[in-house]
């Protein structure tokens, strides 16, 4: 890996820092009765840092993300380099016919949440970890995760942009 790939590195991992620390001071019930808020800080990032990738290298950032999140993160190793290897490839197949704005961003990005949020919560489900149903799953965590993501997405959408910008004037 080249030094151009240094900046793009540092955002995802602070990115995932991030989340670290939100995760101290969001609530998060045990007990599922309460709303859970979950960061997705490191997937925003991981999404926008994905259309700026050339073709041969957004799958080796979906596997290193994926599998930096399962390994700190989830106790399940394949599931998260699977959701960030399949948001990669629609990522790159979506952004590609669009303006880049900051909607569009929004828009496929909160999809991304979605879907990696329904795949984590079936497979929870499969694997008889949760027995939450579908209602409370979706008033105690979906719906309280988007509504703190979208939040927070303001701040990495306009801070990857200005952070990048940064570094595309030193690069010239």
Not at 17 to 39: A, C, R, W
Not at 116 to 142: A, D, H, P
Request: hydrophobic share 50%.
């Amino acid at each position: 890996m080249n030094n151009k790939h240094l900046p793009r590195i540092f955002l995802l991992w602070l990115a995932f820092m991030m989340d670290s620390v939100l995760s101290f001071f969001l609530p998060f019930d045990f007990t599922k009765s309460s709303p859970m808020l979950i960061s997705c800080m490191g997937l925003m990032m991981f999404t926008l840092i994905n259309n700026e990738l050339k073709d041969e290298e957004y799958l080796p950032y979906a596997v290193i993300a994926g599998g930096y999140y399962s390994i700190l993160y989830a106790d399940s190793l394949f599931i998260y380099i699977l959701i960030y290897c399949v948001i990669a490839y629609f990522g790159r197949k979506y952004m590609k016919y669009s303006s880049y704005s900051f909607i569009e961003s929004y828009i496929f990005i909160f999809s991304t949440i979605i879907f990696q949020e329904v795949v984590i919560y079936i497979m929870m489900i499969i694997s008889q970890v949760t027995k939450l149903g579908v209602l409370k799953y979706l008033t105690l965590r979906l719906l309280p995760t988007l509504v703190l993501n979208s939040i927070l997405f303001v701040f990495v959408f306009y801070g990857y942009k200005w952070i990048s910008r940064k570094f595309q004037e030193k690069s010239v």
